[in-house]
Nanobody, 114 residues
Framework: QVRLVESGGGLVQAGGSLRLSCAAS????????MAWYRQAPGKQRELVAA???????NYADSVKGRFTISRDNAKKMVFLQMNSLIPEDTAVYYC????????WGKGTLVTVSS
């Protein structure tokens, strides 16, 4: 069983930065494709960024050039560096791991004030 725990959310002014972290336990972390999703109030959960076991990445168009996903397999962690934040980035951010099935963290709230 894989357990994912997010941290790093908080309140930040527009234009600021935050770094989200996700710590994994259980499973062979290096084999998992990892991703960050977000869900804003009244909206569906959406993919923000993903990083595959081999290291390739992809991003939602809305965050390209502003967010960077990375992973540290030795520490079993995945990160999301968020720069140039805008109010539209306000959401609960969820860490996701996938290998034959999905695993989810409980989320961390990011609030960007204008």
């Amino acid at each position: 069983q894989v357990r994912l725990v997010e941290s790093g959310g908080g309140l930040v002014q527009a234009g600021g930065s935050l770094r989200l972290s996700c710590a994994a336990s259980g499973g062979i972390f290096s084999s998992y494709n990892m991703a960050w999703y977000r869900q804003a109030p009244g909206k569906q959960r959406e993919l923000v960024a993903a990083i595959r076991s081999g290291g390739s990445t992809n991003y939602a168009d809305s965050v390209k050039g502003r967010f960077t996903i990375s992973r540290d397999n030795a520490k079993k962690m995945v990160f999301l560096q968020m720069n140039s934040l805008i109010p539209e980035d306000t959401a609960v951010y969820y860490c996701n791991g996938f290998l034959r099935e999905d695993y989810w963290g409980k989320g961390t709230l990011v609030t960007v004030s204008s």
